[in-house]
């Protein structure tokens, strides 16, 4: 009986638990199915979180916020992943606020059993039981704090673990856990009250951070960071406890202070986020800004302008030369400024660019085989079909090389080089390099080009300043990472050499800005001034860097003093010490490029000439070897580039043959009235052929050597009447070698006015190169 009672027995208790396990299963099945139903009913709202769209985010090459613009209701939100976050600060959420997180399925029974007997034991809520997942669930679709709403938190919890992985619930979490304000997820957290990625983050602040969310207003840092203290040193207790950190370690952080400050507007590059913001719809926009080049330049130009009136404002444009990378973009001078424009961007600005554009029309005409480097020059005034221009200082030079005249930018030589290439052929090769010159309506290329007479923006003049240093290949710079690199040939690499050779010449230093500069510092530049003072430039390139400075009137209006040399250069000056020396390296001389002796007047080569026929040598840089003649005399149709002969000429009988056989190398006519006496022509014809070289002009109304008087108790001489005889069409008159400005200036008459003590040398020069000159002196 007893063996039969022991077997009854057991049988009942193993049904009893076939019966539990077969209940369990069954009410297993009906959960799952319950589950299925109700997530089929009320499926997961994962829309709220797009809904949420992040601020869209312009960012530095390192990923440091330059500018954000927040989402339609204004929360600042920066999209971020796991892996785009420092490892201490998921150590730290992870291990204080759900430590299972990768073990449970989106709720912890543990936790709830926990605190639940807590609540019973002290009838108040002593810890919560709330996992990440749950936490996601709350800010996905947020609930009242009701015993209800906690059971719908956690359905809302088992759905998000149903269909998204760890990595993807714990990514919810950190874009949109709340931190204070308008302020959410952890990227744009860490740079508002730590100005730095999450990636970046310690160990102090990846506590402080992990611990934020559970009261962001309370335990805000900027504002409380004695409570925000309290919390990170009691969330380093719980890490020790658990051996996640060294205790040591702990210990001395928790003797850290907490310091923040709130910055969640960051404005690095203020328009040129704007920019691409209109241009480019993608919430991260990455550009190759470097943010070490950026703040320090944008600090420089702001305190330069302030000594400078309150019309100008200023912009600067570094690009990276093997990467067309723009590094620093400041666009204007005080963003917040609103008296200087600060909120035009002045890069992106078409202005004039002034005599910027004078090294590419040297470029091309020696890639032409038109010039070299020491071509003889004529700085004189002409008439070019009507367009007379002048030079900047109204002075003129008479005879110049190509390198004096680009490194003194002088503006007659550029205008004759450019008549030679042609100003169609200009504007063809600037626009196949990428730089599309804007004329005025219904205008055709014209030499005014020369001097700024059309339209650039100070980007597409970095652009092509580029093809200076890098083989002559200009580029369009680049802005973001979507951007393509593409190379656009203007010069060959022996021209581009050549000019930046002579560009880097011409000292950058001055008296007022010398002390900041790097005592050996040599690199090519170029300046330029529009009419009107309106914009100032200047425009450097080295091996790997190439920069473009802008100062001027953004709304255009005239402004007094301001030149590229004045203005604009000291700013560039300082731009380049904020720069690492090693980008200022040399650029290698090319191979097709050789330094050779030349002579003047006739421009060849020295081996080439008999020394009789070479009045001035030089030494040229030669592309290929080639040295091209003297350009033609505009102004002498006789005139010739070579040597010059009289055989067949009947004007003088008393010649012999061999003087009328030799040939004689004569400087151009034009430049006659600028040359020494030795190097004209009365002195190197022989004497049967001076009327060549003779004067047809004559002046009346003063004697060479003449000396004046003003009246009794007058200091100046008021005015004195001259006259030119012996010449038709336009005279141009000059005192001690500048342009006469008179409403005459052209006719065979002119009044000088206000002549004060001293000695004047007086030119007068017809459109034919006849020229007549004097000397008087004023004496009290």
């Excluded at 723009?326 to 001078?333: H, I, Q």
């Excluded at 009988?653 to 151009?668: H, R, S, V």
């Excluded at 006259?723 to 409403?743: A, I, M, P, S």
Aim: with cysteine; hydrophobic share 40%.
């Amino acid at each position: 009986m007893k063996f039969f009672k022991a077997t009854i027995k057991r049988l009942g208790t193993k049904l009893f638990w076939l019966k539990f396990i077969r209940n369990l299963l069954l009410l297993l099945i009906v959960a799952i199915v319950s589950f299925k139903v109700l997530d089929w009913l009320k499926p997961l709202p994962i829309e709220k979180f797009e809904e949420r769209t992040f601020a869209q985010l312009v960012v530095a090459s390192n990923g440091e916020p330059l500018r954000a613009f927040p989402d339609q209701s204004g929360i600042w939100r920066y999209p971020v992943s796991i892996d785009e976050v420092s490892p201490l600060y998921l150590e730290a959420l992870i291990n204080y606020e759900d430590r299972y997180f990768y073990q449970h399925f989106g709720i912890n029974p543990l936790s709830l059993i926990r605190a639940s007997g807590q609540a019973i034991r002290h009838g108040r809520i002593i810890s919560g039981a709330s996992t990440l997942t749950m936490q996601v669930a709350r800010i996905m679709e947020p609930h009242q704090k009701t015993f209800a709403g906690k059971l719908w938190q956690m359905f809302r919890a088992l759905q998000l673990e149903w269909h998204y992985d760890k990595k993807e619930i714990l990514t919810f979490y950190l874009n949109y856990a709340p931190f204070g304000g308008p302020i959410e997820g952890i990227e744009a957290a860490s740079f508002t009250y730590l100005g730095k990625s999450a990636k970046e983050l310690t160990h102090s602040e990846a506590a402080l951070l992990a611990v934020l969310p559970q009261s962001p207003s309370r335990f805000r840092p900027d504002k409380y960071p004695l409570r925000a203290k309290k919390a990170r040193n009691k969330l380093l207790d719980r890490l020790a406890i658990f051996d996640v950190w060294e205790q040591d370690l702990i210990e001395e952080l928790k003797i850290e202070n907490v310091w923040a400050e709130y910055h969640s507007r960051p404005m690095l590059a203020p328009l040129l986020a704007q920019r691409l913001k209109q241009k480019q719809a993608q919430q991260l926009i990455q550009t190759y800004i470097d943010t070490s080049i950026q703040v320090p330049l944008e600090m420089l130009v702001k305190d330069y302008i302030l000594s400078k009136p309150n019309n100008l404002s200023a912009a600067v444009l570094v690009m990276d030369n093997e990467t067309a990378q723009v590094k620093s973009y400041v666009a204007s001078a005080d963003f917040a400024n609103k008296e200087r424009a600060g909120y035009v961007d002045m890069i992106q600005a078409i202005r004039s660019p002034g005599s910027t554009l004078k090294p590419f029309i040297y470029g091309l005409a020696i890639d032409q085989g038109i010039i070299h480097s020491e071509s003889l020059l004529f700085d004189i005034p002409q008439s070019f079909n009507g367009y007379q221009p002048q030079n900047f200082d109204e002075h003129f030079n008479g005879p110049v090389s190509v390198s004096q005249a680009l490194s003194r930018s002088l503006n007659m030589p550029a205008v004759q080089v450019l008549n030679e290439i042609s100003p169609e052929l200009f504007v063809s090769e600037l626009s196949n390099a990428g730089l599309s010159i804007k004329l005025p309506n219904n205008a055709k290329p014209n030499l005014s080009l020369a001097l700024g007479g059309g339209g650039a923006s100070l980007e597409q003049l970095v652009g092509l300043y580029r093809s200076l240093s890098s083989s002559g290949k200009a580029v369009q710079p680049k802005l973001t990472y979507n951007d393509q690199l593409v190379e656009k040939p203007l010069l060959t690499p022996g021209a581009s050499w050549i000019i930046q050779n002579i560009l880097s010449q011409a000292p950058l230093r001055n008296s007022v800005t010398s002390r900041y500069l790097m005592p050996d510092l040599k690199i090519a530049y170029k300046t330029g001034t529009s009419y009107g003072a309106r914009d100032t430039w200047a425009l450097a390139t080295s091996k790997q860097v190439t920069i473009g400075v802008w100062v001027g009137s953004p709304d255009g209006s005239f402004s007094i003093g301001n030149s590229g040399r004045a203005t604009a250069v000291p700013l560039l000056e300082r731009v380049i010490t904020q720069l690492d020396k090693s980008l200022l390296t040399p650029i290698p001389q090319p191979v097709n490029v050789d330094l050779a002796t030349i002579c003047w007047p006739l421009g060849t080569h020295a081996s080439l000439q008999e020394k009789a026929h070479c009045h001035q040598k030089r030494r040229a840089y030669l592309l290929d070897g080639t040295a091209p003649p003297t350009l033609k005399d505009r102004l002498d149709k006789d005139w010739k580039s070579g040597l010059t002969s009289f055989l067949g000429n009947t004007f003088n009988t008393q010649c012999d043959n061999e003087d009328l056989i030799k040939g004689y190398a004569l400087w151009p006519k034009s430049l006659e009235p600028w040359l020494a006496e030795p190097q004209r022509a009365t002195s190197i014809l022989p004497a049967c052929l001076q009327t060549q070289g003779k004067s047809k002009l004559e002046l009346v109304g003063l004697e060479d050597g003449m000396i004046l008087f003003p009246e009794p108790r007058n200091l100046k001489i008021d005015e004195v009447q001259l006259q030119v005889e012996g010449t038709k069409g336009k005279n141009y008159w000059f005192l001690n070698g500048k342009l006469l400005k008179d409403k005459d200036q052209y006719d065979q008459k002119i009044i000088i006015n206000d002549l004060g003590k001293g000695t004047y040398e007086l030119t007068v020069i017809d459109q034919n190169a006849n020229f007549t000159e004097i000397a008087f002196e004023v004496s009290l």
